[in-house]
């Protein structure tokens, strides 16, 4: 599958396409306590560009995207960002989200960005089986942190997890 995978940059053109894999990885209920996918203005203005990544396959189809937006806006956190990733139900478990972490992981580090940090649902093993694999650890986990309307609005842990890049010192 990999071998079929091209990852290129994210396009204003993805935009519709983008926000609708967002909403498909929401209404599966383990990918984020947000129960719906921005504006495509909101996406835009909140996402790095740079590290904005598309998969798409042999036919150009897109099977999904990751992004990051900053911590903080304090100068010392400048290195340090948030990254969403969103595989299409339908091309998930064959290798396209390792492909757009490693992606990340690249452009971020060739900018000198030095911390991936993400918020993951203990049910989400996939994400955290990727992730772990990927280099990030976990921090610690949030206990009972807010309430999840999509899921009877109880309480859910989040697996804080991050990334601190080797090569950027
Ligand atoms: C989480 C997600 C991004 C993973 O992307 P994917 O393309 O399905 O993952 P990959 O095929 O690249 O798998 C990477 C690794 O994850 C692990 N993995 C994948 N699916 C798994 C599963 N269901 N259970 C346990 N581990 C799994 C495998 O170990 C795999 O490693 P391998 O290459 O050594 O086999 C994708 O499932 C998704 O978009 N889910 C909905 C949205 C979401 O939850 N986003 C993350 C929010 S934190």
Do not use: K
């Amino acid at each position: 599958m990999t071998r079929d995978l091209t990852i290129r940059p994210m396009l204003a053109t993805d935009g519709p396409t983008v926000l609708a894999l967002y909403q498909a990885g929401l209404d599966g209920g383990n990918a984020s306590f947000e129960t719906a996918a921005p504006s495509w203005e909101a996406f835009d203005a909140g996402r790095l560009a740079g590290h904005r990544h598309i998969a798409a396959g042999v036919d150009g189809a897109v099977l999904g995207w990751v992004a990051v937006t900053p911590v903080s806006s304090r100068p010392v956190y400048a290195g340090v960002v948030e990254h969403s990733l969103y595989v299409d139900p339908a091309a998930q478990g064959r290798g396209v989200g390792r492909a757009l972490l490693a992606a990340l992981i690249r452009s971020t580090e060739a900018a000198g960005i030095w911390t991936i940090q993400s918020g993951v649902f203990p049910e989400n093993e996939a994400s955290l089986a990727l992730h772990r694999s990927c280099g990030f650890r976990t921090v610690g986990i949030r206990e009972r942190v807010a309430r999840h309307a999509a899921r009877e609005n109880r309480w859910r842990d989040v697996v804080f997890l991050e990334r601190r890049s080797p090569v950027v010192a």
